[in-house]
């Protein structure tokens, strides 16, 4: 019997800060770990704790020698159609601006509370524009 080739996925971690405090250990890098130890899953992860930071992170991700990283994994403090970088935020509209037409088949995950609580159209919006194959995310807040 033929075995089912499976097509391995790579994560792309771009992550803010959790807390204002400098020394703070809090991250989703543990997780990131374990998925390799145990799956063997390659990732590249990302500190941008600004949105400047934030902009050229996900500009990197589009070049061409991260391809095979499938999955885009945003981990920030969200609120409804935002991520937020202290008291600054972006909006779901104005990443797709910087990643429009380029994630052809990738997957974004917004591991960030609310942000997916917002209207059918702006992620359809996302998702069209992108070019992504699918968004993941929270429409509520995460405790």
């Known amino acids: 019997m033929a075995r089912a080739e499976t097509t391995q996925r ?18 989703i890098k543990p997780i990131l770990d374990l ?36 999955v885009l994994y945003i981990a920030y403090h ?8 202290g008291k600054e935020y972006i909006t779901l ?6 990643l429009e037409g380029k994630l052809n088949g990738k997957i974004v995950h917004f591991g960030s509370c609310s942000t997916l609580n917002t ?6 919006d996302f998702i069209n524009r992108t070019g992504c194959s699918f968004v993941s995310g929270y429409k509520k807040d995460v405790r």
């Open 10 to 27: 790579y994560i792309y971690c771009l992550e803010g800060n959790w807390n204002k405090h400098l020394h703070s250990s809090q991250s």
């Open 78 to 85: 969200g609120r409804k159609n935002r991520i937020y970088f």
């Open 35 to 70: 998925l390799f130890t145990f799956s063997k899953t390659k990732y590249i992860y990302r500190k941008c704790p600004t949105k400047e930071d934030f902009i050229k992170g996900l500009q990197a991700f589009t070049q061409k020698r991260y391809s095979n990283y499938t």
């Open 119 to 124: 209207t059918e159209s702006n992620i359809t």
């Open 93 to 98: 509209k104005e990443i797709a601006d910087v």
